[in-house]
Nanobody
C-alpha cells in the first residue's frame, strides 16, 4: 500500500507561482511512475505531468509545457510540481499519482485557485 499526501495548493493571482509537494509513505525507488493530474469543477481528471522514476523521463500536457516542472527527491520520497505563470484555467484540485506495478495510488488532492 502506498499513501500519497499532497500539499502546497493555494490561492494565487494570475501570473503567480506555486510549488506542489507529494510525500509517499514508502520509498519511491520501488515506484515505476509518479505524476500529477488535475480536475477542475465539471471536468474530467486530466494529466498534468508524469515522471518515470528510474530514468527520470518526463511527460507534460501541452498546457503545462514551458510553465510547469515535475521533479523528485528520492532521499525524501517526495515528488514536486513547480508551476509558474499560472492562469485561471489552471484552477483545479491537483492529485498526486503513483504506479507501483500492478497497482495505482492517488492522493487526496490539493486545491489550486488562480484568480484573474
Amino acid at each position: 500500500q502506498v499513501q500519497l499526501v499532497e500539499s502546497g495548493g493555494n490561492l494565487v493571482h494570475s501570473g503567480g507561482s506555486l510549488r506542489l509537494s507529494c510525500e509517499a509513505s514508502v520509498s519511491i525507488l520501488g515506484i515505476t511512475v509518479m505524476g500529477w493530474y488535475r480536475q477542475a469543477p465539471g471536468k474530467q481528471r486530466e494529466l498534468v505531468a508524469t515522471m518515470t522514476l528510474m530514468s527520470s523521463t518526463t511527460n507534460y500536457a501541452d498546457s503545462a509545457k514551458d510553465r510547469f516542472t515535475i521533479s523528485k527527491d528520492t532521499t525524501k520520497n517526495m515528488l514536486y510540481l513547480e508551476m509558474h505563470n499560472l492562469r485561471p484555467a489552471d484552477t483545479a484540485v491537483y492529485y498526486c499519482y503513483a504506479l507501483r506495478t500492478p497497482n495505482t495510488y492517488w492522493g487526496q488532492g490539493t486545491q489550486v485557485t488562480v484568480s484573474s
